[in-house]
């Protein structure tokens, strides 16, 4: 029998293919809808953050309310003026909640982040992103602006509903008006958090193969890694041992940010700005070569 072929269904393609310049976003918005698909990790991961930020957002407001008189006659001065000594500063309220809210912003980031690449390594997805017209940078991005965009809501977003709460409780919008330069330094601060965090999540996915491999190696690395350093500087009495701590590194880095740099810390700011700046730039050669070998195979 010999074989034909049906020309009417093989038709030329005459047309024009439309090119998207920001192919990234499309893969990052593709990750962010499949991260979304379980309910039930994003009420676990969201619910503290959610609760903490309507705590954070009560404390500057009920400052505000102490301050300006509206919770009390002259009768209540004296003990208004001791609450609000306990309260302490708003932007000192709001570093306080960024520091005790981190630690879920890291976990939100490793457990939505730690699949992206590890997960494409497993399944082959490689294959069909580079195939088409996909560069390394395009890919790259867009696993970082997905993994961002759930740390982002889990930090960046609360605080800045917590910075609004506290413009709208100010008087006269004293603190959006006289304060709007700590506004843009607590978003500075907490994107600097969430970028750091989504940069060593994704380094880490893209050296192992699963995800729950990637998720045991992101906690364990800043976990571990935070403990030997206290340790070390406590055993040797030398503080630069903290260098190796991500949380104790935005800890001085915050400080320094927010104008509340404790003065008698032996580690300087430039020692934490190196410290910070090695570990992105090992990241980025660790993302980039295995990218590559990622492309390579495609």
């Known amino acids: ?6 020309t009417e269904v093989y038709r030329r393609f005459e047309g024009e293919l439309r090119t998207r310049p920001l192919r990234f976003l499309t893969i990052a918005w593709s990750g ?12 676990l991961l969201y619910g503290p953050v959610f609760i903490s930020c309507i705590i954070a957002c009560f404390r500057v407001h009920f400052g505000f309310s102490l301050k300006s008189g509206e919770l009390g006659g002259p009768a209540d001065q004296f003990s208004s003026a001791m609450i609000t000594s306990v309260l302490g500063d708003v932007v000192d309220n709001i570093f306080i909640y960024i520091q005790s809210t981190a630690f879920f912003a890291l976990i939100t980031v490793a457990w939505y982040g730690a699949g992206l690449i590890a997960e494409d390594r497993r399944m082959g997805a490689n294959l069909l992103y580079f195939s088409r017209p996909i560069t390394r940078l395009d890919y790259l991005l867009g696993k970082f602006l997905s993994a961002f965009a759930f740390g982002a809501l889990a930090l960046v977003l609360p605080c800045m509903l917590v910075c609004s709460i506290a413009s709208f409780s100010s008087p006269n919008w004293s603190f959006l008006t006289g304060e709007w330069d700590k506004i843009l330094k607590i978003l500075l601060f907490s994107g600097l958090w969430v970028a750091t965090v989504t940069v060593v999540v994704l380094a880490v996915s893209s050296m192992v193969g699963r995800k729950t491999m990637a998720l045991v190696g992101v906690v364990g690395f800043v976990v571990v890694s ?35 740099r404790d003065l008698s810390d032996p580690v300087t700011i430039e020692s934490t700005l190196w410290a910070l700046g090695a570990l992105w730039a090992v990241c980025l050669v660790i993302l980039t070569n295995r990218v590559r070998k990622m492309e390579v195979v495609a």
């Open 226 to 260: 935070g403990g030997v350093s206290r340790a070390f500087a406590g055993l040797f009495d030398e503080q630069r041992f903290t260098l190796f701590s991500l949380f104790q590194n935005f800890e001085r880095l915050g400080e320094w940010i927010l104008d509340r």
């Open 32 to 43: 962010i809808r499949h991260g979304f698909r379980r309910k039930l990790p994003a009420a």
């Open 1 to 6: 029998m010999k074989a034909s072929t049906h």
